[in-house]
């Protein structure tokens, strides 16, 4: 085992980051606006409008849409997609011919991470739109500030879904299990316990965040604070996919076998 | 020229599963045939080598590097796998257009790369933007070529690539393999049809349960290949009257008739009836109608009873 690289060629085209930036977002973004894709999400629009036209009627649409919009449906939704994203990746389809070219997998795992965030914020706009159009079609919504916030609150469940998503997707064949495990333990469980024990709770930071800007409620931490949780959780989780991806293996059947 | 691929004691288990079991060998430029039945390693070395699995023991270069999660080792080869499976909802050119970037290429230099592969595995212009899932299995085959050569690689890794192609399909495709090695890239190919893979190959690999076995690998060197074959099958009017006269004249090993019309001789020296291999059968009267080897070199190192 003596061979030195130098006697051998080098490759004809360089690895270049920016051009596979851009190969795993078109990638991404082709297959997660696929037909069936933008069916699914017309299906989601309506029953988040059905969801907000029966909450209407009762007082507190703004509290409605952060504990059920922003806490429960939409981290649900985002962790969903994620988690699918990364474990079709894991796939033979995908991982005999992504894995193998001159991109280092964390590097993957990050540019995949960005583009599918991004497309995930953009197809969330229309059930965002359609509680927002309830909410102000029956003058629910009583100042019309409080919807950036809410946008604002729902860019950062989907930046902390989608990266725990990725994570969970990278550790198990069954995300959702382990989400509903998480689910219950730590944002149903410590996230509900008025101390400061429940800022461990992502969903608690995004209230903390949406009632510390509309004065809602009092909240135990900042915005800015809360901002900054979930962006270091959502990194550290980020993280962790990514070491995950470069040390996984890719034996085919014979590692199922096994 | 140094070898392309080394490997030394290597060994890769699955749990208790035997995928490599403890072999060395070299693999130079050419085109290499990587030959065994199935579950005898060929796939698990392709692992390895594309830097998917770790070995379990031993080692393994290729271009003097370790391959396992290796850019370096990447940017220069490339795999086509033996599964289907193709990604779902993206058609050929946005497939290839996408990796061509992520090898390293700018937006319209992949696709220029993209269109000019997909032409020169022949996949018909009108395939080029139906989804991957709606393509048939030959034409799947040729994509997956085409993923192959878009970076330029300097080693091609192709797992079964014939399966799924019609002859013409195979023709294409070994069309395309000696144009690679001509044009100085090194293939390495595995495949269950051993006579297009003995008309193609230079080397050959042969696994079994996981090991190299020495008797079988000898039997398909170069130098043996050379030699004449060591049994003919003889389709002719009258075997009987065919294999007294090669026996009279001390020619042969063993025969067998097998149909009304088919003999079957084993050689006491092969070169002795090859070298008058025309004369002697005039001599003989017999109306001959088909003189074949009985089985090639490659086939009966595949088929040998014991390791």
Same mark, same amino acid.
């Given at each position: 085992?003596?061979?030195?690289?130098?006697?051998?060629?080098?490759?004809?085209?360089?690895?270049?980051?920016?051009?596979?930036?851009?190969?795993?977002?078109?990638?991404?973004?082709?297959?997660?606006?696929?037909?069936?894709?933008?069916?699914?999400?017309?299906?989601?629009?309506?029953?988040?409008?059905?969801?907000?036209?029966?909450?209407?009627?009762?007082?507190?649409?703004?509290?409605?849409?952060?504990?059920?919009?922003?806490?429960?449906?939409?981290?649900?939704?985002?962790?969903?997609?994620?988690?699918?994203?990364?474990?079709?990746?894991?796939?033979?389809?995908?991982?005999?011919?992504?894995?193998?070219?001159?991109?280092?997998?964390?590097?993957?795992?990050?540019?995949?991470?960005?583009?599918?965030?991004?497309?995930?914020?953009?197809?969330?706009?229309?059930?965002?739109?359609?509680?927002?159009?309830?909410?102000?079609?029956?003058?629910?919504?009583?100042?019309?500030?409080?919807?950036?916030?809410?946008?604002?609150?729902?860019?950062?469940?989907?930046?902390?879904?989608?990266?725990?998503?990725?994570?969970?997707?990278?550790?198990?064949?069954?995300?959702?299990?382990?989400?509903?495990?998480?689910?219950?333990?730590? +944002?149903?469980?410590?996230?509900?316990?008025?101390?400061?024990?429940?800022?461990?709770?992502?969903?608690?930071?995004?209230?903390?965040?949406? +009632?510390?800007?509309?004065? +809602?409620? +009092?909240?135990?931490?900042?915005?800015?604070?809360?901002?900054?949780?979930?962006?270091?959780?959502?990194?550290?989780?980020?993280?962790?996919?990514?070491?995950?991806?470069?040390?996984?293996?890719?034996?085919?059947?014979?590692?199922?076998?096994? | 020229? =140094?070898?392309?691929?080394?490997?030394?004691?290597?060994?890769?288990?699955?749990?208790?599963?035997?995928?490599?079991?403890?072999?060395?060998?070299?693999?130079?430029?050419?085109?290499?045939?990587?030959?065994?039945?199935?579950?005898?390693?060929?796939?698990?070395?392709?692992?390895?080598?594309?830097?998917?699995?770790?070995?379990?023991?031993?080692?393994?270069?290729?271009?003097?590097?370790?391959?396992?999660?290796?850019?370096?080792?990447?940017?220069?080869?490339?795999?086509?796998?033996?599964?289907?499976?193709?990604?779902?909802?993206?058609?050929?050119?946005?497939?290839?257009?996408?990796?061509?970037?992520?090898?390293?290429?700018?937006?319209?230099?992949?696709?220029?790369?993209?269109?000019?592969?997909?032409?020169?595995?022949?996949?018909?212009?009108?395939?080029?933007?139906?989804?991957?899932?709606?393509?048939?299995?030959?034409?799947?085959?040729?994509?997956?070529?085409?993923?192959?050569?878009?970076?330029?690689?300097?080693?091609?890794?192709?797992?079964?690539?014939?399966?799924?192609?019609?002859?013409?399909?195979?023709? /294409?495709?070994?069309?395309?393999?000696?144009?690679?090695?001509?044009?100085?890239?090194?293939?390495?190919?595995?495949?269950?049809?051993?006579?297009?893979?003995?008309?193609?190959?230079?080397?050959?690999?042969?696994?079994?349960?996981?090991?190299?076995?020495?008797?079988?690998?000898?039997?398909?060197?170069?130098?043996?290949?050379?030699?004449?074959?060591?049994?003919?099958?003889?389709?002719?009017?009258?075997?009987?009257?065919?294999?007294?006269?090669?026996?009279?004249?001390?020619?042969?090993?063993?025969?067998?008739?097998?149909?009304?019309?088919?003999?079957?001789?084993?050689?006491? /020296?092969?070169?002795?009836?090859?070298?008058?291999?025309?004369?002697?059968?005039?001599? =003989?009267?017999?109306?001959?109608?088909?003189?074949?080897?009985?089985?090639?070199?490659?086939?009966?190192?595949?088929?040998?009873?014991?390791?």
């Amino acid at each position: 085992m003596t061979a030195s690289t130098d006697v051998f060629p080098s490759p004809r085209v360089a690895p270049n980051l920016r051009n596979a930036f851009g190969g795993v977002a078109r990638l991404t973004v082709r297959r997660m606006l696929v037909l069936n894709q933008l069916w699914a999400l017309l299906v989601v629009t309506a029953v988040t409008g059905l969801f907000a036209w029966a909450a209407h009627h009762k007082a507190g649409f703004e509290g409605w849409v952060v504990d059920f919009y922003l806490s429960f449906f939409l981290p649900l939704l985002a962790f969903s997609s994620a988690s699918g994203a990364i474990r079709d990746d894991l796939r033979p389809a995908s991982s005999d011919y992504l894995y193998l070219r001159p991109l280092p997998r964390w590097a993957y795992a990050g540019f995949k991470y960005v583009t599918h965030v991004c497309v995930t914020q953009l197809t969330c706009l229309a059930p965002f739109a359609a509680i927002v159009g309830v909410g102000l079609f029956y003058h629910r919504l009583p100042q019309a500030g409080h919807v950036p916030v809410l946008l604002l609150g729902q860019i950062l469940v989907i930046v902390a879904a989608s990266s725990f998503g990725f994570l969970c997707g990278m550790l198990t064949s069954r995300p959702v299990v382990l989400a509903l495990i998480y689910g219950g333990v730590v +944002e149903g469980g410590i996230g509900q316990i008025p101390t400061q024990l429940s800022r461990l709770s992502m969903l608690r930071q995004v209230k903390n965040f949406v +009632e510390g800007l509309t004065g +809602e409620a +009092e909240t135990l931490g900042s915005p800015l604070s809360a901002v900054l949780v979930i962006l270091v959780f959502s990194a550290a989780t980020l993280a962790m996919a990514a070491v995950l991806l470069h040390l996984r293996e890719f034996s085919g059947s014979r590692g199922k076998e096994s | 020229m =140094s070898a392309i691929i080394q490997a030394k004691n290597l060994s890769r288990f699955y749990g208790n599963i035997l995928g490599l079991n403890n072999v060395s060998f070299e693999v130079h430029a050419g085109i290499t045939g990587v030959v065994g039945p199935n579950g005898a390693g060929k796939t698990t070395l392709f692992r390895l080598l594309t830097g998917q699995v770790r070995p379990s023991s031993g080692t393994i270069e290729v271009f003097g590097q370790d391959p396992w999660n290796n850019p370096a080792v990447q940017a220069r080869l490339a795999y086509c796998p033996e599964s289907e499976d193709v990604p779902q909802g993206v058609d050929p050119i946005a497939w290839l257009v996408a990796l061509g970037m992520i090898s390293g290429y700018s937006a319209k230099a992949a696709k220029d790369r993209a269109c000019a592969m997909l032409k020169r595995v022949r996949l018909p212009e009108a395939a080029w933007r139906k989804r991957l899932t709606a393509h048939s299995k030959g034409m799947r085959q040729r994509v997956k070529l085409a993923q192959c050569l878009l970076h330029e690689p300097q080693l091609i890794i192709l797992d079964e690539p014939m399966n799924g192609l019609d002859p013409v399909g195979r023709e /294409d495709f070994s069309v395309v393999l000696r144009e690679l090695a001509a044009g100085g890239a090194s293939v390495l190919i595995s495949s269950h049809l051993l006579h297009d893979l003995e008309a193609l190959c230079s080397e050959f690999l042969l696994f079994r349960w996981g090991r190299i076995p020495r008797a079988e690998a000898e039997a398909a060197s170069p130098d043996a290949r050379k030699r004449w074959p060591a049994a003919t099958t003889f389709r002719c009017g009258d075997p009987e009257a065919l294999a007294r006269f090669l026996f009279d004249r001390k020619l042969v090993r063993a025969f067998e008739i097998e149909e009304p019309d088919t003999l079957r001789v084993q050689w006491r /020296d092969p070169e002795l009836f090859y070298s008058r291999f025309h004369g002697l059968l005039l001599e =003989s009267g017999v109306p001959i109608q088909e003189v074949r080897e009985t089985a090639s070199l490659l086939e009966r190192a595949i088929h040998a009873p014991s390791l």
